[in-house]
């Protein structure tokens, strides 16, 4: 069973930082995408960043400048640096992951569970 867990999550000030993990384990013979998606109450989920295995990465207009997402392929974790935080990046944050468990699966869209960020003003 792959599994994916997110950690880090909370509550800070605006301005301040936190620093998310995400750590796929379970059966995993290739993971293709792993990348951080957003959500708030009565809003769809949205990209924040996601980092393909290519190592090219992508970040949603709101975050460029302020997050960094980082891999480690061997370890298969996935970790996103939030800084200058701000009362609208307040949201649930989910980890996901296109991973492929055997050589003769599929590859199939995999979501941690969610962590919680919650800036104040």
């Known amino acids: 069973q792959v599994q994916l867990v997110e950690s880090g999550g909370g509550l800070v000030q605006a301005g301040g930082s936190l620093r998310l993990s995400c750590a796929a384990s379970g059966r995993i013979f290739r993971i293709n995408y792993m990348g951080w998606y957003r959500q708030t109450p009565g809003k769809q989920r949205e990209l924040v960043a996601g980092f393909t295995s290519s190592g090219s990465t992508n970040y949603a207009d709101s975050v460029k400048g302020r997050f960094s997402i980082s891999r480690d392929n061997v370890k298969n974790t996935m970790t996103l640096q939030m800084n200058s935080l701000k009362p609208e990046d307040t949201a649930v944050y989910y980890c996901?992951?296109?991973?492929?468990?055997?050589?003769?699966?599929?590859?199939?869209?995999?979501w941690g569970q969610g962590t919680q960020v919650t800036v104040s003003s």
């Open positions: 996901n992951a296109q991973i492929r468990p055997r050589i003769t699966s599929i590859t199939s869209d995999y």
